[in-house]
């Protein structure tokens, strides 16, 4: 991890930098991707499966005798885990339904907003080393509440044609049946232009490698999506009160996740460094996924600041998916942050507990889009549609406000739809032009 001792503001820019791949020159490729699912479908899934996957799929979609078998290949405790996850996320999102409420901004006028599920909607599953069933909960049980009729997933199978079989049991304990095992770019293109097998849908969900994000950036003309999402990323804020230990284990935590990971850490403690650094480097040597973790340390960083006040201004700065409080908390400091995906607070608040069960979700902005985007929620999967009623007293009421906005617009028509509901003929209307 590269250290920043007290840098000043000219050097956040540089701390802040994502080791990202350029995606403009993921753009030919990926839209030849997509052109190519566009106009010959399943042949072109099946195609790019055997190319990328080495895969010939004799079956694009999972049968229901498939996902009956998922169950009995999961332990009793995974799948113990998996209901108990489930439970808190339905838990947490149904709290997010909205009441009707009526507003009267004068007298006899009644306006409104009522939520309606997306109809159609699209998950994308990534299954390579690390299958994210944990996604398929995040995804598929807000899609459920909210009331969307058609839930399509997407995720590649392995050699073998098989999907990870906790993937399918998550998929079931969300409802969903439709399910396809196709992974990458293709996948995007299926589920927004539609195939002879894969249905069409109107947003798409989930993350992806970043083949599958400038997939889904290209396909916005046809279809909305969730977010612009990249590679996984943390930062901790950690004070004189934070266990070096802990820290150490968030960081690895996220770094884990694959090489193009980030992981931040601003201490206002210059001590805390190296206790930091001696905890990842001893925890790192027992993890299965080290080289992984150990690749993406490589672009990661240790930022030592003057106090917290700086300490949130520079994390608001990179905006990240994942922000720690390892520190002594207070509202006034809660209150000072303004962009981040989802925040844990205090020594006993891991971020993997976020990841699987507390119940918030887990699919948030990465790259700094956490400054201006929120992390999926109930209202991803809904619509907010308004509505206005007028009795004949409140037309009257706001009649003049309206016409002579309009006139001065030169919008005549806009103010006749309201004179001649208030009394006014045609011919006096035409007179008055």
């Known amino acids: 991890m590269k250290l920043y001792k007290y840098p000043t503001r000219d050097c956040w820019p540089e701390i802040g930098a994502r080791p990202l791949q350029d995606s403009r020159k993921l753009i030919p490729a990926v839209t030849e991707i997509l052109s190519a699912v566009q106009k ?6 099946r195609d790019f499966s055997k190319k990328f996957d080495g895969v010939a799929l004799t079956s694009i979609a999972v049968t229901p005798a498939e996902i009956k078998e998922a169950a ?3 332990t009793p405790q995974l799948k113990a885990a998996l209901k ?10 149904r709290s997010q339904k909205e009441s009707r409420q009526k507003i009267a901004p004068m007298d006899g006028i009644a306006c409104w907003r009522e939520s309606r599920p997306i109809e159609k909607v699209g998950l994308y599953i990534p299954g390579g080393s690390a299958p994210l069933f944990s996604t398929v909960l995040m995804l598929g049980l807000p899609a459920r509440i909210a009331g969307c009729k058609e839930v399509v997933l997407c995720t590649p199978c392995n050699k073998e044609q098989q999907v990870h079989p ?9 409802g969903i049946n ?3 095992k196709i992974g990458g770019a293709q996948a995007i293109a299926a589920m927004a232009y539609g ?3 894969v249905p069409q849908v109107f947003k798409i969900f989930g993350p992806g490698n970043q083949y599958v994000t400038t997939a889904k950036q290209l396909v916005q003309n046809q279809v909305a999506i969730d977010m612009p999402a990249g590679p996984s990323e943390v930062l901790v804020i950690a004070d004189q009160t934070a266990d070096p230990d802990f820290v150490a284990a968030d960081l690895l935590a996220q770094a884990e996740h694959g090489p193009d990971s980030q992981v931040i850490c601003i201490t206002t403690q210059a001590g805390m460094v190296k206790k930091i650094e001696k905890a990842v480097t001893a925890q790192l040597k027992n993890l299965p996924r080290k080289d992984i973790a150990a690749r993406a340390l490589e672009h990661s960083r240790m930022v030592v600041v003057k106090d917290l006040k700086e300490a949130v201004q520079l994390s608001n700065f990179y905006a990240p998916e994942h922000l720690i409080l390892a520190c002594k908390v207070t509202g006034k400091l809660l209150n000072e942050i303004t962009a981040a995906g989802s925040v844990f607070i205090g020594n006993h608040s891991p971020e993997s507990v976020g990841d699987y069960a507390s119940g918030t979700n887990h699919t948030l902005p990465t790259n700094g889009y956490a400054a201006a985007y929120s992390g999926v929620s109930l209202d991803s999967f809904c619509k907010k549609i308004t509505f206005q009623q007028l009795t004949a007293k409140g037309l009257k009421n706001i009649a003049a406000t309206v016409t002579t906005m309009a006139e001065a617009e030169g919008l005549q028509a806009h103010s006749n739809a309201v004179k001649l509901r208030i009394g006014n003929p045609l011919s006096a209307i035409r007179n008055q032009q």
């Open 40 to 45: 010959k479908g399943d042949a072109a899934l």
């Open 72 to 74: 009995a290949r999961l």
């Open 84 to 93: 108990q996850a489930k439970k808190n996320i339905e838990t947490f999102h």
């Open 166 to 174: 906790a993937i399918l049991y998550a998929a079931s304990l969300c």
């Open 178 to 180: 439709q399910i396809f």
């Open 195 to 197: 195939t002879e097998t």
